[in-house]
């Protein structure tokens, strides 16, 4: 082979190394640019599984209520058993509910579909709860109560027959006589809880008032 073939060769080589290193460049290049590429977000779609009931709550069914009927508040208590303890005297102070008598731990009820508006201590309800109406113009007072039912809070929805309570005696009630004391409170125009006017329930549970049995 004279010198000019011996430097064609040598030329056709470099000219294929310079290629296949241009040739292995360009893939690299293009390998990296895909994996910086930025990536399609993924959709994570949560599985939501309906809240199961709260057994802790229960709802006592009554029958089959009217537009205009709501439940005495606590369990077994007949219209008979009631007493008018509107305005009597306590010391200095006359009684603005009436007092429903029953064993300690009988449960108390909501008396119709409303909001658990209030939790509240006092020295002389002891354990209270106020109940409003849908409407947001009527609350329902319970007080001296043994206990909250379990798992019940502000602002929960409940049905008439929910259990909200137990009678007891707390505050300043008797210990040895436990009863719900339950009123009927109107409220002014701007909702505040505190300013309920209080109205005798007595009467609107003697026309409206349906017993869940025992």
Known sequence: MNKRMRRRWKLRGALLAMAAIAVGTAVFHRANVAEAAPREPVAV?????????????????????????????????????????????????????IDIIAPRGTPVVAVVDGTVLKFFTSKAGGLTMYLAEPAGDVLYYYAHLD????????????????????VGS?????????????????????????????????????????????
Do not use: C
């Open 45 to 97: 779609v949560a599985s939501i599984t309906p809240p199961a009931p709260n057994p802790d709550s229960p709802v006592i069914p009554p029958r089959s209520l009217a537009g205009n009927e709501i439940l005495i508040p606590v369990v077994g208590v007949e219209k008979s058993d009631l007493r008018d303890t509107w305005g009597a005297s306590r010391g200095s102070r006359r009684h603005t509910a």
């Open 147 to 166: 206990r909250y039912a379990p798992g019940l809070a502000e602002g929960d929805v409940v049905s008439r027959g929910t259990i909200l309570g137990y």
């Open 170 to 214: 707390t505050g300043n009630a008797p210990p040895n006589a436990p009863h719900l004391h339950f009123g009927y409170e109107r409220l002014p125009a701007g909702g505040e809880w505190w300013k309920g006017k209080p109205e005798n329930p007595y009467p609107i549970l003697m026309q409206r008032g349906v017993t869940i049995p025992r």
